[in-house]
């Protein structure tokens, strides 16, 4: 009978020292979630020379010279009445620092053109 209570006793230790353990783990802080670096912005986009702007409500980015920016550069150039017009667009980018020292502290890189919102404006004006 003392071999059977030494047994259980040994039983409910060892049981009872695992929970602890899974306990601890369950504890473990959540990880932190990274929010997505590629965002969706609204702004006035301009094109000249070596250099783009897009600039929205409360920010102002350099934007990164590549084929996309070229691209969207292309598309904005017929709703532009002179050669410094800023045009609206909707854009996905990326937000570096910028390596160069001059101009802005950063850059957008453009992942995707979404859309050109001064097409809606310009057609509104054609029809009147």
Known sequence: MKKFLLI????????????EGRQELMKQPEMEKIQDSIQTLTGEFIYA??????RGNDFVYGVSIDSISKEL????KPFQ?????MVSVKIKGK????????GWDENIEIREILKI??????LEQQEK
Do not use: H, M, W
């Open 8 to 19: 259980l006793g040994l039983v409910f230790t060892v049981s009872s020292c695992q929970d």
């Open 49 to 54: 020379g070596d250099a783009a702007i897009l």
């Open 73 to 76: 550069a292309e598309q904005v």
């Open 81 to 85: 009445k002179e050669e410094f017009d």
């Open 95 to 102: 937000i570096v620092p910028n390596p160069r020292q001059e």
């Open 117 to 122: 919102l001064d097409t809606e404006k310009s």
